[in-house]
């Protein structure tokens, strides 16, 4: 049996198979210790560890050395082009098995079955000549090259079948580019939803549906153009209705109605929290002292929930809040507010089975709405799309999310995906098998460590429930249609952040409402008739409230604070580079 090493010069690129023990050949190009490698010049070993070694010529225990003169052989293979990027050869590729030796294990020292290591080595070859290539992404998908391809691959001896495994990993390892990119079109490449997220289409009844339209439309959204909130850095594509960064609690500012026992157990543990959350990630990272300053400053800020109470009766569920919703006035918009109750209501058997537990009779919740608005008129026919992240700070506890598609209108390719994180100890492989890890893991060297967990269509009525350990991002969307309705497009959501009920946090139950407008009106309402306006509005002044801008003020440091966490959850966790090392 004839083994070769056909394009590597300074081998014996043809010798019969020989008794594991050899006898120093100064004639050989071979290490005389029998490992496979070049010999250094002047010597019969191919390193001074093999020199030292030479009395002991039992193969079965290289291990040790194996590590230490793979590095060499790699080098060995770079000094002779071994790795030289081919050129391509007209319309029908060809030459993408020049990299296809039949390099066995025993070349490499190892003691496994030659047909098995053989075969991913040819697979790996091929994979890594044929990534090479120009716009190889749009090539595994044209017949005729790959046709070409797949004539000279056999022509190596390569299997038909592990041809065709070698050129799905190349679709798979496209397509996961694009997942990473956020390029993907889900329309074209379906993504079937990860078994850790819930969606139901006709959750919320079509009735209660229409109402929450209707009163969002009518009376929550009409404001002047200079007073809409336009969330920060979306070039006034995404409004605000209701959200919890701004007149959120800042430690120092705002006022707190319970007392210091109380406070210490609901918001005191926030310090511990984040340096917790802090020393999980790398030093490397968190030893540059803007971004820690920012991080622990972010203690300051949390957003406030809500209390609700939940009553199940004969198998009915009904929810109450018993403390008002943040930045939504009760007094003005109660009939919202019975709406809200009733969709949170048809969420919680969703939000239970996501948690796989009851939720308790009392549970605190925080409340958002928010719209994105397309116009092609205004150059704003598509979205770009969102970052990876989870919901809120460790401080905060936010378990699981829930959220409502209620109005979507003249979208297209709107998306939510979803990603796990993976730890590299868990991730269990033989010494080089890249073809392994790829089949079992979907994880080539230098892939971030995370796994796509799938991408539901967010279509128009849909709910969506998800525990808060998946990180999620909103796909880059657009226009379904420039000329139809005006040349506007919009989607909007009404989301639930679900506490975790073992962690209550402080809430606008424990914290009275901020907004000094809101203040303003009830103080002079009482007071006007019976003192001067004069001494009401001094009154006024001793009223722990905010201003809409100092409100602002505070959302910015708020949001820039949490840039830098995300950013670093995501450098540090969830996009830490794998590395397919030496055991």
């Known amino acids: 049996m004839k083994r070769h090493l056909s394009d590597i010069s300074g081998l014996n690129t043809s010798r019969e198979e020989e008794p594991t023990t050899k006898e120093a050949n100064p004639s050989s190009s071979l290490c005389a210790k029998g490992c496979s490698r070049p010999r250094e010049e002047g010597s019969d070993f191919c390193c001074t560890r093999c020199e030292n070694a030479k009395e002991n010529t039992d193969r079965s225990k290289p291990t040790t050395h194996r590590r230490h003169c793979n590095k060499r052989y790699a080098a060995f293979f770079k000094s002779k082009n071994y790795y030289k990027k081919k050129e391509f050869k007209g319309e029908a590729e060809s030459d993408v098995t020049s990299s296809l030796p039949t390099l066995t294990s025993s070349d490499y020292g190892f003691e496994e079955d030659d047909n098995d290591w053989n075969s991913k080595n040819q697979m790996r070859n091929l994979v890594e000549a044929i990534k090479e290539k120009d716009e190889w992404e749009k090539k595994i998908e044209n017949e005729e090259i790959v046709t070409k391809w797949r004539k000279e691959a056999t022509k190596k001896s390569m299997k038909v079948g592990d041809f065709e495994s070698a050129i799905t990993m190349l679709k798979q390892m496209r397509d996961k580019t694009l997942l990473t990119t956020g390029d993907i079109d889900y329309s074209k490449v379906p993504t079937p939803p990860s078994t850790l997220v819930l969606e139901d289409p006709n959750l919320i009844d079509l009735h209660l549906h229409q109402q929450l339209i209707t009163y969002v439309t009518k009376h929550l959204e009409p404001k002047r153009e200079e007073d809409k909130d336009w969330h920060p850095d979306t070039k006034e594509m995404v409004l605000d209705l209701?959200?919890?960064?701004?007149?959120?609690?800042?430690?120092?500012?705002?006022?707190?109605?319970?007392?210091?026992?109380?406070?210490?157990?609901?918001?005191?543990?926030?310090?511990?929290?984040?340096?917790?959350?802090?020393?999980?990630?790398?030093?490397?990272?968190?030893?540059?002292?803007?971004?820690?300053?920012?991080?622990?400053?972010?203690?300051?800020?949390?957003?406030?929930?809500?209390?609700?109470?939940?009553?199940?009766?004969?198998?009915?569920?009904?929810?109450?809040?018993?403390?008002?919703?943040?930045?939504?006035?009760?007094?003005?918009?109660?009939?919202?507010?019975?709406?809200?109750?009733?969709?949170?209501?048809?969420?919680?058997?969703?939000?239970?089975?996501?948690?796989?537990?009851?939720?308790?009779?009392?549970?605190?919740?925080?409340?958002?709405?928010?719209?994105?608005?397309?116009?092609?008129?205004?150059?704003?026919?598509?979205?770009?799309?969102?970052?990876?992240?989870?919901?809120?700070?460790?401080?905060?506890?936010?378990?699981?999310?829930?959220?409502?598609?209620?109005?979507?209108?003249?979208?297209?390719?709107?998306?939510l995906e979803f990603r796990t994180k993976l730890e590299e100890d868990d991730i269990a492989y033989e010494q080089d098998d890249h073809i392994g890890v790829w089949k079992e893991y979907q994880m080539t060297n230098g892939d971030p460590l995370n796994r796509h967990q799938g991408a539901v269509h967010t279509v128009h009525g849909k709910c969506v429930v998800f525990p808060n350990n998946l990180q999620h991002r909103v796909t880059r969307f657009e226009l379904k249609d420039k000329q139809a309705n005006g040349g506007k497009g919009h989607r909007k959501i009404l989301v639930f952040f679900l506490i975790d009920p073992q962690h209550r946090i402080l809430s606008t139950k424990d914290v009275p409402i901020q907004q000094q407008h809101l203040i303003g009106q009830t103080v002079h309402a009482c007071l006007d008739s019976v003192l001067n306006r004069d001494v009401a509005n001094i009154i006024m002044e001793y009223v722990p409230t905010l201003t809409l801008e100092e409100a602002k003020q505070h959302r910015s440091k708020l949001m820039f604070g949490r840039k830098f966490y995300v950013n670093g959850v995501n450098d540090q966790v969830y996009e830490r580079e794998f590395s397919l090392c030496e055991h």
């Open 242 to 415: 209701v959200h919890p960064s701004l007149f959120c609690y800042i430690h120092g500012v705002s006022p707190v109605s319970i007392g210091e026992e109380q406070f210490e157990k609901a918001f005191g543990s926030n310090k511990k929290e984040l340096e917790e959350a802090i020393r999980s990630m790398s030093y490397e990272w968190m030893r540059m002292k803007d971004v820690k300053e920012q991080i622990v400053s972010n203690s300051r800020y949390q957003w406030l929930p809500s209390e609700v109470k939940i009553l199940t009766t004969e198998g009915k569920v009904k929810a109450q809040f018993e403390s008002y919703i943040n930045n939504l006035d009760k007094g003005k918009h109660k009939p919202l507010y019975e709406i809200i109750e009733r969709v949170f209501a048809a969420f919680v058997p969703m939000f239970e089975k996501i948690l796989d537990s009851p939720l308790p009779h009392n549970c605190q919740v925080i409340v958002k709405l928010a719209n994105i608005h397309l116009d092609a008129h205004a150059k704003k026919s598509e979205y770009k799309g969102g970052v990876w992240h989870i919901e809120g700070l460790p401080h905060e506890h936010i378990i699981a999310s829930g959220i409502f598609y209620y109005d979507v209108v003249n979208v297209k390719n709107s998306y």
